[in-house]
Antibody, heavy 123, light 111 residues
Framework: EVQLVESGGGLVQPGGSLKLSCAASGFTVSGSAIHWVRQPSGKGLEWVGRIRSKANNYATGYAASVTGRFTISRDDSKNTAYLQMNSLKTEDTAVYYC??????????????WGQGTLVTVSS | QSVLTQPPSVSGAPGQRVTISCTESSSNIGAAYDVHWYQQLPGTAPKVLIYGNTNRPSGVPDRFSGSKSGTSASLAITGLQAEDEADYYCQSYDSSLSGYVFGTGTKVTVL
C-alpha cells in the first residue's frame, strides 16, 4: 500500500528556515516523482514544486512564489523526500502536502497524498 | 501566469445536477494539456475524481463526469447527494511556467 507521511512542520519566525520530510512506503521514491502542494487555511491548493525520478535525473522545478527560497531533495536510501524552506514569509503559512503522481510527466494526476503538515510563519 | 478560474460556490438540492466550470486565462494550457479534477472533503487531502478530462478512476461513482473544450473544462455531478458536499479543484499543466496549476476551487453545498 502506498503511503506518504509528512513531518517537520511547526512555528517559525519570518526570515527563518524549516525542513519538511516526506517518508514514503509501498513504492521507491527513486522510481517516482514527488511533488509538494500547499494550502493556506480556508484557501485553495497551490503547487509548490517537484523532484523528478532517477530516470529523469532528479530534475527539480518550482512555483515562481518559492523559487530561490525552497529546495526539494531526496534520500533514496531512506525512501524520503524533503522540502527545505528558507527566507520564510508570513504568506508561506499553510498545510504542506507531499504527493506522488500517477507518472513522471506533465499529464500526471496527483494520485497519492500525505496527511499534510502545518507550517506557521509568525513573529 | 496562467490562472484556472472556478466559481467560488455552487449549490443544489439532493438529486439535482450541478456543474462546475474551469476556465483558463491564457493560451498556455489550451487543448494541449489534460485537465483533472479533485474532491477535497473537510479536513482531508484531495482525491482524484476525474483524470484526463473525462476519465473516472475506479471507485468514483458515475454521477461524476468531466468534459473539456478548448480552454474550458467542466465537472458535472448528477443526482447530487449529501456526501458530495466538498471543495472541488481542477488542475492542469502550464507550459510557460513548466509547472502545475490548480483552479481557484469551488465549494459545493447540498441544500
Amino acid at each position: 500500500e502506498v503511503q506518504l507521511v509528512e513531518s517537520g512542520g511547526g512555528l517559525v519566525q519570518p526570515g527563518g528556515s524549516l525542513k519538511l520530510s516526506c517518508a514514503a512506503s509501498g513504492f521507491t521514491v527513486s522510481g517516482s516523482a514527488i511533488h509538494w502542494v500547499r494550502q493556506p487555511s480556508g484557501k485553495g491548493l497551490e503547487w509548490v514544486g517537484r523532484i523528478r525520478s532517477k530516470a529523469n535525473n532528479y530534475a527539480t522545478g518550482y512555483a515562481a512564489s518559492v523559487t530561490g527560497r525552497f529546495t526539494i531533495s531526496r534520500d533514496d536510501s531512506k525512501n524520503t523526500a524533503y522540502l527545505q524552506m528558507n527566507s520564510l514569509k508570513t504568506e508561506d503559512t499553510a498545510v504542506y502536502y507531499c504527493t506522488r503522481p500517477s507518472h513522471d510527466s506533465s499529464v500526471s494526476t496527483f494520485d497519492y497524498w500525505g496527511q499534510g503538515t502545518l507550517v506557521t510563519v509568525s513573529s | 501566469q496562467s490562472v484556472l478560474t472556478q466559481p467560488p460556490s455552487v449549490s443544489g438540492a439532493p438529486g439535482q445536477r450541478v456543474t462546475i466550470s474551469c476556465t483558463e486565462s491564457s493560451s498556455n494550457i489550451g487543448a494541449a494539456y489534460d485537465v483533472h479534477w479533485y474532491q477535497q472533503l473537510p479536513g482531508t487531502a484531495p482525491k482524484v475524481l476525474i483524470y484526463g478530462n473525462t476519465n473516472r478512476p475506479s471507485g468514483v461513482p458515475d454521477r461524476f463526469s468531466g468534459s473539456k473544450s478548448g480552454t474550458s473544462a467542466s465537472l458535472a455531478i448528477t443526482g447530487l447527494q449529501a456526501e458530495d458536499e466538498a471543495d472541488y479543484y481542477c488542475q492542469s499543466y502550464d507550459s510557460s511556467l513548466s509547472g502545475y496549476v490548480f483552479g481557484t476551487g469551488t465549494k459545493v453545498t447540498v441544500l
